[in-house]
């Protein structure tokens, strides 16, 4: 079964880079054709997609994140990282990884982290 774990600091400063781990079990990261994503959900709003990781190590941003956000993975320890730059209040939320895969109408999420819980405060 796959597994999926959040970790990182849940307080980051203004103006600093957030950096968060996923630990994947039960299944490889470079399996084809699963990508490995970055989720979050702040207070009162929706689920917003980050951006993914695909098995090969291609990476995807959302654009209205694109300028502050890099996915890489550790391939040794199974794990892909998210680091945010240049946080604000408006980047609190939980932060999930996920499993993806392509579907005809778009990306589908099998599995999920618990997520992790982030504040940005001075």
């Known amino acids: 079964q796959v597994q999926l774990q959040e970790s990182g600091p849940g307080l980051v400063k203004p103006s600093q880079t957030l950096s968060l781990t996923c630990t994947v079990s039960?299944?490889?990261?470079?399996?084809?054709?699963?990508?490995w994503t970055w989720v979050r959900q702040a207070p009162g709003k929706g689920l917003e997609w980050i951006g993914y990781?695909?098995?090969?190590?291609?990476?995807y941003y959302n654009p209205a994140l694109n300028s502050r956000t890099s996915i890489s993975r550790d391939t040794s320890n199974n794990q892909f990282i998210l680091q945010l730059k240049s946080v604000t209040p408006e980047d609190e939320a939980v932060y999930y990884c996920?499993?993806?895969?392509?579907?005809?109408?778009?990306?589908?999420?099998?599995?999920w982290g618990q997520g992790t819980q982030v504040y940005v405060s001075s």
């Open positions: 996920a499993r993806t895969i392509v579907k005809t109408w778009g990306l589908a999420h099998d599995y």
């Open positions: 039960g299944g490889s990261i470079t399996t084809a054709y699963y990508y």
């Open positions: 990781i695909t098995y090969d190590g291609d990476t």
